[in-house]
């Protein structure tokens, strides 16, 4: 199994910065061959993925935070960041943090992110 443990959220206003984190645990995660990111889920609507990298680097981003948002890993530390500036209230929701290896996905439990106005 893979376990991730997330940290980072909190309330700020908008405009403010926040960096979350996710650390990933176990014995089958493969550091050189998974996908590391974020989903974001509000009430009432699926969860949408934010930001993605993989274990070249290569990352992608929803076009609502490109410019804004800025996802890495550090594979030493087993860890993927989400670092949000300029946030707006429409960044407020539950952000998880997602693996993707060998056609599974593992999840963190969440952590939420309000901005307020």
């Known amino acids: 199994q893979v376990q991730l443990v997330e940290s980072g959220g909190g309330l700020v206003q908008t405009g403010a910065s926040l960096t979350l984190s996710c650390a990933a645990s176990?014995?089958?995660?493969?550091?050189?061959?998974?996908?590391m990111g974020w989903y974001r889920q509000v009430p009432g609507k699926q969860r949408e993925l934010v930001a993605g990298i993989s274990s070249s680097g290569r990352t992608n981003y929803a076009d609502s935070v490109k410019g804004r948002f800025t996802v890495s890993r550090d594979n030493a530390k087993r860890t993927v960041y989400l670092q949000m500036t300029s946030l707006r209230p429409e960044d407020t929701g539950v952000y998880y943090c997602?693996?993707?290896?060998?056609?599974?996905?593992?999840w963190g439990q969440g952590t939420q992110v309000t901005v307020s106005s």
């Open positions: 176990g014995s089958i995660f493969m550091i050189n061959a998974n996908v």
């Open positions: 997602n693996v993707k290896q060998l056609n599974r996905d593992y």
